[in-house]
């Protein structure tokens, strides 16, 4: 929100700077040919630089939106690069020069209001990877090769009116794509989107500039080029936000890649050395019978915990709570044949460690319930309780005394849990009238 409003502050400024600047530039305006040279070699720079970019965006997302901006972008770099070869040259452009520029402008900002307009889908065609800039350059040599045969009938004069033309149809298009871009970033969490528009904003007024003060000669600087390069300067900006956002989308994908690579190790190391030692001692004489079920017990835990190590690694970050609830408990219930009661409130969200928490209490109410009450019906419930938000695992076994000692690792885990969310663990047990485990947060 608050960049938003940085931004609208931003075009008012510059809109109030035009008129302002523009009122009396005619009267005081800068004579200053190398300014100009190195505003639009800055427009050009930028524009083709980001084309660069949404080139290697559209080879990611194939979307008709990304080849419309990447060939409208290619052709206003074009043209700006063109006028910056003339104002080197420090010559009269003729007829063809003064009208080429303006004409690919045109075609440029026409493509970028097509790209604000289509909608967002996949190109059909997969060659368009390989031709994707083909149109674009068809365009600028048919737009070449017919101002340059009709040269001699095009105006000669740089401040001739009919050169207003192509800033009327900019300034149409520069002001759709500004309206298309801002809606479209408002459902969308596309972090160029979001400078398309105010750049495209700045570009329509400077074209609007342009309109009410016609540059009368190509090496003086108006207030219209300061706008335009501004508006490219924003562009720089978006630039680097997509810059910034595809490196950190890489490292995303590398830690989830690893995260892989770590699940597939745990899988075929660790699962099966732990299933390999709880057969062998299943095997074992009866004549120690208890030190084998403690054993037994200990390789069950450990199992239980490698998979579930397992399943979190390969777990997306954002999935609702609700839902790892059911799997987690879910997996439980068919390891030890137990019937679930569910009873999960799908709106309510919490953030990572309390995420994971709930899930680690969750598992280990349900497996005491299992192991030591030798259940088979459990009844796990999240849900709000008042301002707060509760989660209950219950069963009608045959329960213990809560008041006698409890200082199983089980229990005091789940209690140091509940308490880092921050919250209250409680813990409801009488011999024969089963047990409740209520935590609070």
């Known amino acids: 929100m608050r960049g938003s409003v940085a931004l609208g502050l931003l075009v008012l400024g510059l809109a109030g700077a035009a ?47 990304d080849l419309l901006l990447l060939q409208g972008l290619v052709v206003l770099g074009t043209a700006n690069a063109l006028l910056s070869v003339t104002l080197i040259k420090n010559q009269p452009a003729g007829a063809f020069g003064n009208w080429l520029p303006p004409a690919l402008r045109i075609v440029g900002t026409l ?26 350059v068809a365009a600028m040599f048919v737009v070449g090769a017919v101002l340059y045969w009709r040269k001699d009938s095009l105006p000669q004069d740089p ?45 329509a007024l400077a074209r609007l500039n342009y309109l009410f003060f016609p540059p009368e000669r190509a090496d003086w600087l108006y207030s219209g080029s300061v706008l335009r390069t501004a508006s ?9 936000r997509e810059i910034s956002r595809h490196w950190a989308l890489q490292a995303e994908a590398a830690v989830v890649e690893d995260r892989r690579r770590v699940a597939r190790e745990m899988h075929d190391g660790v699962l099966q050395e732990l299933g390999y030692i709880r057969s062998e001692v299943s095997a074992f004489s009866v004549a120690d019978r208890q030190r084998v079920e403690r054993i037994l017990g200990a390789s069950d835990r450990a199992l239980d915990e490698a998979r579930q190590m397992l399943e979190a690694l390969g777990r997306s970050d954002d999935e609702p709570l609700g839902l790892m609830l059911h799997r987690a408990v879910e997996q439980l219930a068919q390891r030890y044949g137990v019937t679930l009661d569910l009873e999960l409130d799908e709106s309510i969200v919490v953030d990572r460690p309390q995420r994971h928490a709930l899930v680690r209490i969750a598992r280990e109410a349900v497996l005491n319930a299992v192991r030591h009450g030798k259940v088979d019906r459990v009844k796990v419930e999240l849900g709000r309780a008042g301002d707060g938000r509760r989660l209950r695992i219950s069963d009608e076994g045959p329960g213990f005394d809560a008041a006698g000692p409890k200082n199983g690792f089980g229990l005091v885990s789940m209690r140091e849990r509940a308490e880092a969310l921050p919250g209250t663990f409680e813990l409801t047990s009488r011999p024969d009238e089963g047990t409740t485990v209520m935590v609070r947060w």
């Open 19 to 65: 008129v302002v600047v523009g009122r009396w530039e005619q009267e005081f305006g800068a004579q200053s040919p190398a300014a100009h040279l190195v505003l639009e070699t800055v427009n050009a720079c930028v524009a083709l630089l980001l084309a660069f970019l949404v080139y290697g965006r559209f080879r990611r997302t194939k979307t008709r939106q």
């Open 111 to 136: 493509l970028i209001a097509a790209s604000a307009l289509v909608p967002d889908r996949r190109t059909r065609r997969r060659g368009w990877r390989h031709w994707a800039l083909a149109p674009a």
């Open 159 to 203: 401040s001739s009116k009919a050169l207003l033309v192509p800033q009327l149809l900019t300034l149409i298009c520069f002001a759709v794509a500004a309206v298309a871009f801002t809606v479209q970033a408002r459902s969308r969490d596309d972090v160029l989107l979001r400078w398309l528009g105010p750049a495209c904003a700045l570009g």
């Open 232 to 240: 490219y300067l924003l562009l720089l900006v978006a630039a680097g």
